[in-house]
């Protein structure tokens, strides 16, 4: 229905279907790291066996409307592990859902995604410790690194979770004890770090996938 509403609405020069189906669709798929951050629970963009976001990226190529583009294809990415995004690629090639060239426009993505997981999102759990000359004394070294591990290869398959909030990273209790993450001070580096790591993928997101930065994308859409 929405794909209706904006194709019809981009064909026939009608206003109120193209801004309502182009609501519903960039409330989905933001622009913005706030929207990306309070994007909509709605289940017409939960990813399913009909290669839902597929059909999104053939949409937006469609109509134009590129700066969809940017987050379905790290949709993609964030719903699979690296295994099972390749499987369902080659799928969707095989079944015309998905052109060659946003083929390899993924798969090349998906690599520059893993990278910034480790050289912005994550990179707080490199540095030893993470609060400096600060750090209460803590192993917080340690556990800065077992939470990068565990967010990124246990509980998330080693999917591409470049954009994780800091709220949603998940601090396991260390073997044998209690572990409630790495001391104060460390955390509120750790927390800004992130965010600033976060900040950074989501400027270079379009260009992962070699695209125009959002600007361009936004003005042309």
């Given at each position: 229905m929405v794909a209706a509403f904006l194709r019809l609405g981009k064909k026939y020069d009608i206003p109120q279907l193209r801004d309502e189906a182009l609501l519903i669709l960039r409330s989905a798929f933001s622009s913005t790291l706030q929207g990306f951050d309070g994007r909509a629970k709605n289940s017409f963009f939960e990813y399913d066996g009909k290669y839902r976001y597929f059909q999104i990226i053939s949409l937006a190529r469609?109509?134009?409307t590129l700066d969809l583009l940017p987050?379905?294809?790290y949709a993609l990415c964030e719903n699979h592990s690296p295994t099972g995004l390749m499987d369902q690629l080659s799928i969707?090639?095989?079944e015309e859902l998905l052109s060659p060239a946003d083929h390899l426009a993924m798969a090349v993505g998906c690599n520059r995604l893993a990278a910034f997981v480790v050289e912005d999102t994550y990179r707080w759990a490199s540095e030893s410790p993470v609060g400096g000359l600060l750090c209460s004394g803590e192993p917080c070294a340690t556990k800065a690194k077992r939470?990068?591990?565990q967010n990124t290869f246990t509980y998330n398959d080693g999917s591409y979770t470049a954009l994780l909030p800091w709220e949603d990273i998940v601090w396991v209790p260390?073997?044998?004890g209690d572990y409630d993450g790495m001391c104060e001070?460390?955390?509120?580096?750790a927390k800004k770090m992130h965010e600033q790591g976060r900040i950074r993928v989501w400027q270079k997101l379009p260009g992962a996938?070699?695209?125009a930065e959002w600007h361009e994308l936004l003005e042309t859409s």
């Open positions: 469609e109509t134009g987050m379905a294809f969707a090639v095989g939470a990068f591990f260390a073997e044998g001070c460390c955390m509120e580096a996938f070699g695209l």
